[in-house]
Every structure is written in structure tokens, then in C-alpha cells.
């Protein structure tokens, strides 16, 4: 017998059926009118003829026989009902297949396969660590969520290191990471974070993987290398892209001659400037840009720069407004990231922020000897609603937290 097709198996994109065949096709009624109805999956649609009127109803599930003529099914005879109420405004049928997530779905999943054939030709190892960790990082922005005695992962980071450490030269992978009290168009308590670290290489080598892979994934589901926003900019994501230094973006949009300096007198203020007054500068470019060599206050994983000791291998890539990744060329010293780390705790005490136990294992695995290395975070969310032109992460996951 042959298999049941689905309606998007004909009619979507690099679909290839032969012409003039016999097929049975099962899916969903969204229209009927008459002997004619248009059948219906999350992807695509298929228009139906019938040899002779049947009852049917929009909402039901066919499965109808008939031949295929270019892009619709002629001749057509129901073999199989299942009826089902009209479909809810606010429920699975409508989300999924009418308002297009379905379709947002699908090109995810492109992204993510478009992610691992860029590692695997590149010779990374694609790796899978705990989501449920003993201690989450210590960054002051960001909580971690308490789950059994743990914490579920902000970050794989800790682990991959010490896969590093341990003598895998290249891994990659896409972890789902949960914070707390993170939510919003570009925030989910949940999300999918895709992360790199190449041993003995440093912060261009990433720099150049993340041009590449944002370039890729958006061809992959733009069919060119742009990203149109909702305001009809049109983002050029070719290579190479734009780098500024935190120093000269703040000289230049925030009046601040000395950023670093006013990142080591006054976080709060150098965080508030970033926000009010280089961010929206950086929006502004029809071109992506790395924000570079950040205060090596405000980058406690990542090792100094030679040149300046002040000043950290940190970058973070910005498009159209939104921050897509965090890169450092990192930290390798046991004995400084302690200090870091421990520094980081007096400042989340000062805050009045949950101060967590340091990663321990973590830093005796540094005291073995950690290759130099680069390493990269980037929100997969935010690049796929970037790459498909929408406006919010929820519109590209398929179960955000408002839908649980």
C-alpha cells in the first residue's frame, strides 16, 4: 500500500512530485466550498477536487485519493473521515498551520541543520552536557532557576570547558538554557543556545565562525543574505562585518572619553549609557557589528588583552538592534578566574542578587591546563525570528512559556 502523503510532501518548496499520478493525501479541511476544498498541513496547503460531492466540514481530517495535476489534486475521492469540530481561534490548529508557526518551525530546523553541516565540516565534535547543573554562572544579569537540589543550565559553558580541558579540540552544541524572570520579544525563561569553543585559537577564529554562520542561516531561510526588519531596513549580513571598540562606541555616542574607566567606577552607569545611548547607535547600521575589547571588568570569563590589561578579548554581535552572541577569547588562568569569581559573588551580595557556590570542578579542571581557546554563544531564537523577518522568539519556538 502506499504511504499517506502530506499536503506540504506536494506543494512545498523543493517539493519535486512527478506529474499525472495516483496519490492519497491526508490532512486537514480548511476550506470547502462545493466539490472543492483546500486540504492542509503546518507547512503548506494542497488544493482538492472531488469526482462527487461528499460531507465534509472545515476542521476535519481526510484522507482522500485522486490525481496530481501541477499543484492540485484532481478527481478526487475521500477515503477517510475524522470529524473535528472548527478549529479554535486560540488553539493548536490555529497557531500551527493558519497563523504560520508551523512554517517558522520548519525553518528552524533548516537553521539547525545548516548549523551542524557547518561544524561537521569544519571538525567539530557535536557534544550534549547536563542540563541540570550543580552551580550556574556567576554573571550579575542573569538568575538561575532551582531544579532538585541543582539549578537547570544558564550556560553550557562551565562543562564545555572542561571538554577542553579534557583534550576535545572542537565541540559545539545546541543547548536549551533557562533563566529566571526572563521574558519578553527577545527573551524566554527557556531558549536554545548554540555554543562553540575551538582550542588553541583565539577571538577572530570565532569572530570569523559567526559571520559565517549567521551568513549561512540566513541564505538558508531568506533565500539571500538579508535580513528585512519590521520597520523595512534590509541588513546586509555578507562578510565581514562591522567591529567598533567599547571604547570608541561610547566616545562617540555617549560622550564618555574613558568607558572602561567609568565600567570600573560605575557599572551602573556604564550599563545605562550602553542601553539609552550606544545600543540604539548600533541599531541604526544596516550592517552587523561586533562590539569589542569590553572593560575586563565586565568580562570575568574572558582573559585580558595583551595590549591593555584593562581590557578584555570580549565581543558581542549586534543586528538590527539585537544582540546575537557573546563571544571572549577565553579565560585559561585557574588562579584569576577564582579571583573573578569570587569577585563576582561580592558584587551579586552587593546587589542583593541569589550568590551561588563557585563551579569547583571547573577551576581544579583549569588547574590541569586549559589550551588557549575562543569560545561563542549565540541565541539561535533570535537568529531564526531575524532570518524570517519576525518580531518575537515566541513566534519561532514552538512551545514558548505563554503557551505551556
Known amino acids: 500500500m502506499s504511504p499517506v502523503l502530506a499536503p506540504s510532501d506536494l506543494t512545498a518548496p523543493g517539493a519535486r512530485p512527478s506529474r499525472a499520478r495516483e496519490v492519497a493525501v491526508g490532512g486537514r479541511v480548511a476550506s470547502v466550498l462545493g466539490k472543492r476544498l483546500v486540504l492542509a498541513d503546518a507547512f503548506a496547503s494542497l488544493r482538492v477536487s472531488l469526482a462527487a460531492a461528499a460531507e465534509v466540514a472545515p476542521g476535519d481530517l481526510l484522507v482522500v485519493a485522486g490525481r496530481l495535476a501541477r ?22 490548529v490555529a497557531r500551527f498551520t493558519w497563523e504560520g508557526v508551523g512554517r517558522h518551525l520548519l525553518g528552524r530546523a533548516a537553521a539547525c541543520d545548516e548549523i551542524r553541516r557547518y561544524f561537521a565540516k ?63 520579544s527577545l527573551h524566554e525563561p527557556e531558549f536554545t543556545m548554540l555554543e562553540w569553543y575551538r582550542a588553541f585559537a583565539g577571538q577572530d577564529a570565532v569572530m570569523a565562525d ?5 551568513e549561512r542561516v540566513v541564505r538558508r531561510l531568506a533565500g539571500k543574505p538579508r535580513v528585512q526588519l519590521a520597520d523595512g531596513r534590509k541588513i546586509d549580513v555578507r562578510a565581514p562585518f562591522d567591529r567598533v571598540s567599547v571604547r570608541d562606541a561610547f566616545r562617540r555616542h555617549a560622550d564618555v572619553e574613558d568607558a572602561v574607566r567609568l565600567a570600573e567606577e560605575d557599572e551602573d552607569r556604564f550599563y545605562q549609557l550602553l542601553v539609552d545611548a550606544v545600543e540604539p547607535a548600533l541599531a541604526a547600521r544596516r550592517r552587523p557589528v561586533f562590539l569589542c575589547d569590553y572593560p575586563a571588568s565586565q568580562a570575568s570569563l574572558a582573559r585580558r588583552s595583551p595590549s591593555d590589561p584593562r581590557v578584555a578579548e570580549r565581543f558581542e554581535l549586534y543586528l538590527g538592534g539585537v544582540e546575537l552572541c557573546n563571544g571572549f577569547g577565553e579565560l585559561t588562568d585557574p588562579v584569576e578566574q577564582r579571583a573573578r569569581f569570587v569577585a563576582d559573588r561580592r558584587a551579586r551580595r552587593r546587589a542583593r542578587r541569589p550568590v551561588y557556590a ?10 590541569e591546563g586549559m589550551p588557549p581557546a575562543g569560545g561563542n554563544a549565540l541565541g539561535v531564537d533570535r537568529l531564526v525570528a531575524l532570518a524570517l523577518g519576525r518580531t ?13
Not at 392 to 404: D, G, K, N, R, Y
Open 392 to 404: 518575537s522568539i515566541a513566534e519561532v519556538q514552538a512551545f514558548p512559556w505563554e503557551w505551556l
Open 358 to 367: 563557585l563551579d569547583e570542578k571547573l577551576l581544579v579542571a583549569l588547574g
Open 210 to 214: 559567526t559571520e559565517a554562520l549567521v
Open 122 to 184: 569544519a571538525g567539530f565534535v557535536e557534544v550534549d552536557t547536563p542540563a541540570r547543573v550543580r552551580t550556574p554562572g556567576l554573571d550579575l544579569h542573569v538568575d538561575a532557576l532551582g531544579a532538585a537540589g541543582g539549578y537547570l543550565s544558564t550556560s553550557p559553558e562551565f562543562q564545555m570547558k572542561r571538554l577542553l580541558v579534557g583534550g576535545i579540540p572542537r565541540c559545539f552544541q545546541l543547548a536549551h538554557c533557562f533563566r529566571k524572570d526572563e521574558l519578553g
Open 71 to 92: 499543484t492540485e489534486l484532481t478527481h478526487a475521492e475521500v477515503r477517510e473521515r475524522f470529524p473535528c469540530p472548527a478549529p479554535r481561534g486560540d488553539g493548536e
